[in-house]
């Protein structure tokens, strides 16, 4: 049974023009520029200085603190300089810039594996936190502090996301069309590491044929310990968001401000499960990642496996160019991604989706008086009523707004997507949060 | 070429449904209603839409005028303003009666709260209300179908309330009885409301519940006393409940936003339009009962906040 959750909307896929093309490599980048925050949570303290020598896959910055993740060279070279750069989420941050030797020297420092039996949970996970492994699905959540359960809680389900909601991006389907062995056994360790009893591989209805490719997988002998269980869930936005994902397959809430954890489960996307796997197995640290490059000026649409701190216009030049003037360049999906103000911008350990979008693809209307058809509450996943929160963030009736809880938004633009009058509730309400996120700090 | 990039907040892109493509998608709801009347009563049909429709048009872009604001008279909203109100007069009423019934539904009904989106009453409706109090026998005088002369006859709730005589189901379900211009036409206000609600111009949860509500105490009524009250299948294709099920009580700006708020404004429209049918003296309580509905719908609204996602049942 197709199963999904209350809300929603459902835009166009728009994932033809890269959906049947295997993952290609992207050309090693003369220079990289590696961003010192990739994740959530602190930022990373250089390790490297202008003129250290480096090799692929060799830490340049890491923090001490728990929550953060280390950052490795992608590519064999020089470090130039550490500098402030064009950032795809915060604007712009420091950055190492590496100069590239052509030769891609790897980094060895950390074992292969070939049977995963012989580590310990620690030993994975730090082999997880040394490799740099943070969530790809957009958040970039480092992957260690999720596989490491606080004390005193447990979960009975881990939550594998293949559902890709998002319009244009393909990258996690085509991982699990031409990797699936690799992120079963991403997801095997993951669920060794989190003590779940349970696993659901959560698929949209369009990816049927990953969810073939990966039940193969799991037909294996090996496997059937796992539990493991493939999930067809219905194709609409944001199907993939967590709270919707645990709504859909499991009928749980998680609470407001809460974590899956809460409703006793673990939520991972596909590509990261994959990188678990590369970095256990093969040693791999995250110094690449799948992107997919598309939308309607780019001449040859395509999944690129890029080294992280890859400009965009390199990807642009190695996709053969530009077909039509650029009006918007986003980074990640067209729903919940961010516009870009330079083809400087580096790609990143959560950059999914490099949209390359004409004036034509991103219909803009006038904005008209609210006629208080309540669609956007319609399809709010989070029960909110945005038009009204609009209204009181739009007066500076702050207490109102959270009475109306603002801070609950997962951002997922439902609501000013499906506004027949064009107001961009969605910005609204982020403003509101802001706002409340301030005044609950001054006091 | 850097520069030329355009920054905005997401989602960069957007569901092509607009408020114009709303209001015209409710105006081509209506065609089967505005086919159905003009076969029935013909000249006077075409007269009193096109009275209405371009009254409402003019009021609205005289008073956009007047308050210096843009004329967005090309948005629909007069149009089906004027549509509406055509549908709830009778067909024979004077033009002149039909123009003032336009400039107070546009301006006072929606013009006077700021516009599109403010107005708290259906202006339709609203219209309607002030022409029943002002020219109560205009407003009451109806057409037999198929007659060009306003030729007084009762509608068949006034057959029913004050003669207890039955109108056939047949010529309710087709239309072919006296009434408002558009309320007559089961038929045709059943296929429109079809198209109406596969194309989400509107949503389902009011019709159906001010017509289950409706259908249940009718029922009831019937079932305690047959000689006074009719059955269910009679309130239904009787008078305007189809058509103030399916496009009044539907209008997006005077109806809750919330689900649950939805179910309550049907119910009690349902509620409100079988005790006013059976104890008030009039023989039609559509009008009163939407009209009442939607002055409590701010107060609905406050009170039918959604459950917070996340938070105890």
């Known amino acids: 049974m197709i199963k999904t959750f209350p809300g929603g909307v459902q835009p166009a896929c728009l994932k033809n023009e890269t959906i049947d093309k295997l993952i290609k490599n992207a050309p090693v980048p003369r220079e990289v520029i590696i961003p010192l925050l990739q994740h959530t949570g602190a930022p990373c303290e250089p390790m490297v200085s202008a003129g250290s020598r480096v090799r692929t896959g060799q830490v340049i ?383 | 070429m850097n520069k030329d990039l355009t920054v905005s907040s997401s989602p960069h892109m957007l569901n092509k449904l607009t408020v114009p493509g709303v209001m015209w998608g409710v105006a081509i709801s209506l065609v089967p209603v505005v086919i159905s009347s003009v076969i029935f009563f013909n000249i006077l049909a075409i007269r009193l839409m096109l009275t209405c429709v371009l009254s409402c048009v003019i009021s609205e872009a005289a008073i956009q005028k007047l308050r210096g604001k843009k004329i967005a008279i090309k948005d629909g909203s007069a149009v089906v303003t004027g549509l509406l109100l055509a549908m709830v007069l009778p067909p024979a009423l004077p033009v002149w009666t039909a123009v003032i019934g336009s400039i107070v539904a546009i301006g006072l009904g929606k013009q006077l709260f700021g516009g599109l989106g403010y107005n708290i009453f259906n202006p339709a409706l609203l219209g309607r209300a002030f022409l029943m109090a002002a020219f109560p026998t205009l407003l009451t005088k109806w057409t037999s179908p198929f007659t060009l002369d306003a030729v007084t006859q009762a509608t068949p709730l006034g057959l029913m309330k004050f003669s207890q005589i039955k109108t056939p189901y047949m010529d309710l379900f087709l239309g072919n009885t006296a009434g408002s211009l558009g309320e007559t036409a089961a038929l045709a206000i059943l296929i429109g409301g079809g198209y109406l609600f596969i194309k989400r111009y509107a949503g389902w949860r009011i019709p159906l519940s001010f017509i289950v509500t409706a259908s249940i105490l009718g029922g009831a009524l019937h079932a305690v006393n047959p000689s006074v009250f009719p059955n269910a299948a009679f309130h239904l294709l009787s008078g305007g409940l189809l058509l103030g099920a399916i496009f009044m009580a539907t209008d997006p700006v005077t109806s809750p936003v919330t689900k649950k708020g939805r179910w309550i404004f049907g119910i009690g429209c349902g509620i409100l339009v079988i005790v006013i049918r059976s104890w008030s003296g009039l023989p039609e309580g559509v009008m009163y009962s939407i009209l009442l509905m939607n002055g409590i719908t701010p107060l609905v609204n406050r009170y039918t906040k959604p459950r917070r996602f996340g938070a105890k049942r």
């Open chain 1, 61 to 443: 910055a890491r923090s001490d603190k728990f929550i953060s993740s280390p950052i490795h060279a992608s590519i064999s070279g020089t470090v130039k300089k550490i500098d402030r750069y064009p950032h795809p989420v915060i604007g712009s941050f420091n950055a190492v810039f590496i100069e590239g030797d052509g030769a891609d020297t790897k980094e060895t420092s950390i074992k292969k594996t070939d049977n995963v039996n012989l580590l310990s949970e620690d030993e994975i996970r730090d082999i997880v936190r040394e490799c740099g492994i943070v969530g790809l699905g957009g958040a970039a959540f480092p992957t260690h502090v999720k596989l490491a359960l606080p004390e005193g809680k447990a979960i009975d389900s881990f939550i594998l996301n293949g559902s890709e909601c998002e319009p244009y991006l393909t990258c996690d389907h085509r991982l699990m069309l031409e990797n699936p062995a690799g992120i079963i056994e991403g997801m095997a360790m993951m669920l060794r590491l989190t003590g779940a009893s349970r696993a659901y591989i959560a698929i949209e209805s369009n990816k049927i044929g990953a969810a073939f490719a990966l039940e193969k997988i799991l037909r294996d002998k090996r496997y059937n310990t796992l539990n493991a269980k493939i999930v067809i869930l219905k194709t609409k936005y944001p199907q993939g968001a967590e709270r919707s994902l645990i709504k859909s397959i499991l009928n749980r809430e998680v609470p407001p401000r809460g974590l899956p954890l809460d409703v006793g489960c673990v939520v991972s996307n596909v590509g990261t499960a994959f990188a678990v796997y590369e970095a256990v197995f093969n040693g791999k640290p995250l110094y690449e990642r799948v992107v997919t490059v598309t939308g309607s000026c780019v001449a040859e649409p395509s999944n690129l496996r890029v080294r992280i701190g890859t400009p965009v216009k390199d990807l642009v030049d190695a996709l053969g160019g530009l077909k039509k003037d650029v009006y918007k360049i986003i980074f990640g999906g067209p729903m919940m991604g961010l516009a870009q103000l330079s083809l400087d911008t580096p790609v990143i350990k959560g950059t999914s989706g490099i949209l390359f979008l004409s004036k034509e693809d991103v219909a803009e209307y006038a904005e008209t008086n609210c006629i208080r058809c309540g669609r956007c509450v319609d399809v709010c996943p989070l029960n909110m009523v945005p038009a009204d929160i609009m209204r009181f963030v739009k007066k500076e009736q702050y207490e109102r707004a959270i009475e109306y809880n603002v801070e609950d938004c997962i951002e997922c633009g439902c609501c000013s997507y499906e506004c027949p009058s064009k107001i961009p509730l969605f910005q609204w309400i982020k403003l509101g949060k802001t706002e409340v996120l301030n005044l609950r700090s001054a006091k």
